[in-house]
């Protein structure tokens, strides 16, 4: 439908309406609603406002000055929903709320212009609009509690239920969170999301809280359309996919306001009062098409196009107040056309607005680093007292040397001694203590509240760390095995990774996810349980990957992690070897040369490892062995096989997968002249073509090698070994290397 047709029939209606006798616009805009006149007024300028901010977009676009043309026109009764709460309650908002930012930013105080000028930046990509900074057109405002979001379909679902989680753990734990508590989360999606699996995550998450009593004070707010791009929604679908054990379902119509206000405020009410769910559902309808580029004639009867114009929320709302005496069609009309132009003059200001003009401009925000703070941070440990408390009395650096699973969980007790924010959780973790073990006792040391089974359901697991992140926790979430991972890869990529850059830095999610990862597990494996696939990580920008091998490094790391979580916001990965867990040996059983002594706090210091820091074993001048993961073992072993036989060898653990350490691997590699790659993950994709690759991109002009696993699923038992690298490939390769 054109921005022309929508913007006569307001107008030609507009012009027939007759003016009802005078009302007090202090009192109800009519009988059975308890929005005011004054109140309607306020809310018509804000759905005015956000329509003519669609008008502007394709007037933008026309002139080849704007770059985004999806809309809320149809929508504009969100305007209710967002002055039914709280200026300083969390929203994570939807392509289609922009008259819900504009009520927002009113409400918080700011001048109706300034909500204005924030969009008409984001679709210009102005450098200077105050959340992404020209990096994308979102709603978000750091001092209107909008956190932004580019979610994919209804990605953003779980991070809304992990934001309300936490507001309730916040306050639980007596650690201070980023909102008042009694606060409650917001969010809106369209009909068409209710069907992705990230929003069934979260609906499912919400009620399963819910089903075992515990708080959840999460608003969902579903613009229901009917339909999506150009897929209609089934009549009654929405309700029936809403209707869930333990969340409290509100319907309106979405084009009435009032209607929308009342169901908004008894909403609201609810989950603030019982903090518990509500799914509150609107009907609305889509005008002027899904974005400026769609033609809806395609795929739409006209009698259909002309039902949802006859529903205008616009124009619904202007005959109400008509009616009710509040204002005549001639001021309505001359209103309309003053903020038309006031609208579109701005829009024109906004286009020359200066631009992001580097590369380095562009990434600025991506992934912050403060390793002066990170090194200053990381060796914190608790009070003596309190560490005594923690272990019981016995301080596990007066233990015999540990294993690497009991160096992470020893790790693990000292943070959340010492960061009274910090929570673990996923599947397992509690009583149980992880499938490995890993988090045995924690729970019983420091409560349930800190450390927690969750559903098995890896979005789930996420979005409680996301929505935990952002509000100021320091979560430590656990996938139970690396393949597990990839079902939810999108909280990680679309989600957290991206809120930094989307916002500047404003809104970040610091978060530790430990993964039980890849393969070599004896007596127990298939493709689920063994998977060497780390690319999909790799190629997220800005994400920390660690990748731990001895139990000192990964105690030293984790502590890494989590220092550059609780500084600077990082996202952190950090994958756990299961082969390496209980592993105790090095060359021959009994050696207990895969044991290392657990660190006393005063020398965490000087044990600290930087992020981007690798770890050299040997000084041989022949030949270099880079691996990482379960090949730090395989290597050292054929190290020594090959230095008996007169090569000299060193290996070079890189510990962190990204960033990659280059200035230690380049300085490893022109030591020796000669570079073997011993790679665990697969031979396309894997880890090894992007250290080939930036040691030809540094000029390295030695030999290199490479050796990896096959391209391959990971079968089950014995069958594994023909597909995974072995310590006679790794051997081999070096001796072809070397002639």
């Known amino acids: 439908m054109a921005r022309d047709t929508v913007e006569t029939h307001f107008t030609e209606t507009v012009s027939t309406l007759e003016a009802g006798p005078a009302r007090d616009p202090g009192l109800p805009v009519r009988e059975g609603t308890s929005l005011t006149g004054e109140q309607c007024g306020s809310l018509f300028r804000r759905q005015l406002d956000s329509r003519l901010l669609d008008i502007a977009a394709r007037w933008l676009r026309e002139r080849d000055e704007g770059h985004y043309t999806i809309g809320s026109a149809g929508h504009e009764g969100n305007a209710a929903v967002a002055v039914a709460l709280r200026p300083t309650d969390p929203a994570l908002l939807h392509y289609r709320s922009g008259a819900f930012y504009l009520a927002r930013s009113e409400q918080a ?272 440990a608790a009070a003596p007292a309190d560490r005594e408390k923690a272990f019981a009395g016995s301080l596990p650096e007066n233990d015999k040397p540990m294993t690497l699973s009991q160096a992470v969980n020893r790790t693990l007790a000292d943070a959340l001694a010492v960061y009274p924010e910090m929570t673990v959780f996923g599947e397992d973790v509690a009583k149980k203590g992880g499938v490995y073990g890993v988090t045995r006792g924690l729970q019983k040391r420091f409560g349930a509240g800190r450390v927690f089974d969750t559903l098995l359901d890896e979005q789930a697991i996420l979005g409680l760390a996301l929505g935990s992140g952002v509000s100021k926790l320091l979560p430590v979430p656990e996938i139970q095995y690396l393949a597990y991972l990839h079902n939810a890869l999108d ?93 105790r040996d090095l060359f021959d059983e009994g050696d207990g040369g895969w044991l290392a002594p657990y660190a006393p706090p005063a020398r965490w210091a000087e044990t600290h490892v930087p992020i981007g820091r690798a770890r050299s074993y040997g000084d041989g001048r022949d030949l270099t062995i880079v691996t990482f993961g379960n090949g730090v073992r395989m290597s050292l072993r054929a190290a020594v096989r090959l230095t008996q036989e007169g090569y000299g060898c060193r290996v070079l653990d890189l510990r962190w997968l990204a960033p990659l350490p280059i200035d230690d691997l380049l300085r490893a590699a022109e030591l020796t002249g000669n570079v073997l790659i011993a790679d665990e993950t697969r031979h396309s994709g894997g880890v090894s073509e992007g250290i080939v ?37 790794i051997e081999q390769a070096a001796r072809k290397l070397l002639g």
């Open 109 to 380: 105080g700011r001048v109706p212009e300034q909500g204005i000028r924030d969009v008409l930046k984001g679709l210009t990509a102005a450098a200077d609009e105050p959340i992404a900074g020209g990096r994308h057109k979102v709603f978000g405002h750091p001092d209107l509690a909008v956190i932004p979001q580019t979610s994919t379909i209804a990605s953003h679902l779980p991070r809304a239920v992990g934001v309300a989680f936490a507001i309730e753990r916040a306050r639980a734990l007596g650690v201070p969170g980023a909102w008042p508590e009694d606060a409650i989360a917001v969010c809106s999606f369209g009909d068409a999301s209710v069907n992705h699996a990230s929003a069934l995550s979260g609906f499912n998450t919400a009620a399963y809280a819910t089903f075992q009593g515990q708080a959840l004070p999460v608003l969902f707010v579903c613009e229901d359309n009917g339909i999506g791009i150009s897929v209609r929604t089934p009549k009654g679908w929405v309700e029936a996919a809403a209707r869930r054990p333990g969340i409290e379902y509100i319907a309106a119509d979405g084009c009435d306001l009032p209607a929308a206000y009342d169901a908004a405020v008894e909403a609201v009410r609810h989950v603030r009062e019982r903090r518990s769910p509500v799914f509150l559902h609107l009907s609305t309808v889509r005008l002027m098409g899904h974005a400026g580029s769609d033609v809806e004639s395609a795929y739409r009867t006209q009698r259909e196009i002309r039902a949802d114009l006859e529903r205008d929320p616009l124009v619904r709302t202007a005959a109400l107040m008509v009616e009710a005496g509040l204002i005549t069609p001639e001021e309505l009309l001359t209103t309309y056309e003053m903020a038309r132009e006031h609208v579109l003059k701005i829009a024109e200001e906004t286009a020359r607005s200066p631009r992001l003009s580097s590369a380095k401009e562009v990434m600025e925000p991506i992934a912050p680093r403060r390793p002066d703070l990170i090194a200053k941070i990381s060796p914190m």
């Open 491 to 583: 909280q990680i990529r679309g989600e957290a990774a991206t809120l930094s850059f989307f916002s500047r830095g404003a809104y970040t999610n610091p978060m530790v996810v430990r993964v039980a990862s890849y393969a070599y597990q004896k007596g127990f494996g298939g493709h689920f349980h063994n998977d060497n696939a780390v690319a999909a990580l790799r190629d997220i920008p800005g994400l920390v990957i660690a990748s731990p091998a001895r139990p000192d490094d990964a105690s030293a790391m984790l502590r890494t992690c989590l220092a550059a979580a609780r500084t600077a916001g990082s996202v952190c990965v950090f994958l756990e070897p299961i082969a390496l867990y209980h592993t």
């Open 693 to 729: 690759a930036e040691l030809l991109d540094a000029g390295f002009t030695g030999a290199i090698g490479r050796v990896t696993s096959s391209d391959s699923f990971i079968p089950l038992g014995r069958a594994a070994d023909h597909v995974l690298l072995s310590e006679e490939e």
